[in-house]
Structure formats: C-alpha cells, structure tokens
T-cell receptor
Framework: AQTVTQSQPEMSVQEAETVTLSCTYD???????LFWYKQPPSRQMILVIR??????QNATENRFSVNFQKAAKSFSLKISDSQLGDAAMYFC???????????FGAGTRLFVKA | DAGVIQSPRHEVTEMGQEVTLRCKPI?????LFWYRQTMMRGLELLIY????????DSGMPEDRFSAKMPNASFSTLKIQPSEPRDSAVYFC????????????FGPGTRLLVL
C-alpha cells in the first residue's frame, strides 16, 4: 500500500522569504508520480508541480521547486519569494505509473505574513 | 477547454433529503474521479470511472451513496437520504491530456446537511 505523510500541519513564512514544505511517502513500486497541490480559501485544488520518479532532475515551476530524494522517499516543496497569494493548504500526493488512485497527504497549511 | 465543471457550487439541505451533485469532466478523457474532503478525514477517493464504467467504488461510505456516469461528459453523485455527517466538499476530477496520472479538479460542491 502507498502512504503519503506531511508532518507539518502548519507553516509560516514572511513575504518575499523562502519556505520548504516536507513530504515523505512510501511505496514498493519504482515508477510513480509525485505532486504538490495547492488549495486556497476558495477550496479549488490547483496542481502546483509534478515530478516523475524516473527523472533525476528536480521539477521547477517558476517560484516553486521540489527536492526529490528517491532513496529517502522524500519530496519537499520549496517556495521562493513567497507572496501573500501563496497562503493556502498544500497537499503532497502520489500516483503509481499507469495507476489512477492518487494518495494524498493530510496537508500543510501555509501562512504568509506581510 | 473549460476544465472540470461542477454544480451546484453550494448546497444546503435538510437531513433525509436527496442530494444530487453533478460533474462535467474534461472532454475526451476516459477517467473521472469523485472525492470527498472533510476536516476529520481529509481528501478521500469515493469512486472512479473508466469509459463510463465504475472501476473502484470501495471508497463509497454507505449504500446511501451512489454514482453514475451515463456518458463521457456527465456524472452524478447522489446521496439518499442525506445525513449531517455527509456535510463536506465534494470534488470531481479528471486527467488532462496524456498525463493520465495527473488529476485536475473541479471547483467542488460544498454540501451542508442540516
């Protein structure tokens, strides 16, 4: 069975600073995808970034980047130059290659201070 | 493409009433997922469809819940009779393009059962 763990229920960052959200996962499979989703107060689930496990290069999307450590089964999200609009719930998620059941972590609520 | 469309966005009903949630997935793709999000249980997969056929409904909590996908462009999630503990945000999601493992979510329906 696959599991996703987010050990930080809440995080806080000053505007323009950098913050890292942690995620660990467990799977016996070697091919899978990892995701970070953002859920702002509007409740919309928005895909932030996606990482294929077979790729060694860490995914990057503008101010968002990941640190993917496959051996350690760790997948952290770094948000650079934090903005007030980054305040949201962030979910780490795992899906197996060719599979369709995405497993979500419990989420980390990020507060951004002006 | 307009993305995943859900209706209604908000629903308030009384215990015992029937509730029907609707979803229009991203066109041209074979999979559709229904999730429920609560504070206590987080994001739970209820059921998913492939080519209009339910593949895994193990997440459906009780017989009061049923889901259908009569065609590729429409799905419903029905709760009959509804109970206060069904209050949650219900999301519909579908993959985009060839990235079948990546799910794109609708805006959700916030259900409150009084």
């Amino acid at each position: 069975a696959q599991t996703v763990t987010q050990s930080q229920p809440e995080m806080s960052v000053q505007e323009a600073e950098t913050v890292t959200l942690s995620c660990t996962y467990d799977t016996s499979e070697s091919d899978y995808y990892l995701f970070w989703y953002k859920q702002p107060p509007s409740r919309q689930m928005i895909l932030v970034i996606r990482q294929e496990a077979y790729k060694q290069q860490n995914a990057t999307e503008n101010r968002f980047s990941v640190n993917f450590q496959k051996a350690a089964k760790s997948f952290s999200l770094k948000i650079s130059d934090s903005q007030l609009g980054d305040a949201a719930m962030y979910f780490c998620a795992l899906a197996l290659l060719g599979g369709f059941k995405t497993i979500f972590g419990a989420g980390t609520r990020l507060f951004v201070k002006a | 493409d307009a993305g995943v469309i859900q209706s209604p966005r908000h629903e308030v009903t009384e215990m015992g009433q029937e509730v029907t949630l609707r979803c229009k997935p991203i066109s041209g793709h074979d999979y559709l997922f229904w999730y429920r999000q609560t504070m206590m249980r987080g994001l739970e997969l209820l059921i998913y469809f492939n080519n209009n056929v339910p593949i895994d409904d193990s997440g459906m909590p009780e017989d009061r819940f049923s889901a259908k996908m009569p065609n590729a462009s429409f799905s419903t999630l029905k709760i009959q009779p509804s109970e206060p503990r069904d209050s949650a945000v219900y999301f519909c999601a579908s993959p985009l393009g060839r990235l079948q493992e990546t799910q794109y979510f609708g805006p959700g329906t916030r259900l409150l059962v009084l």
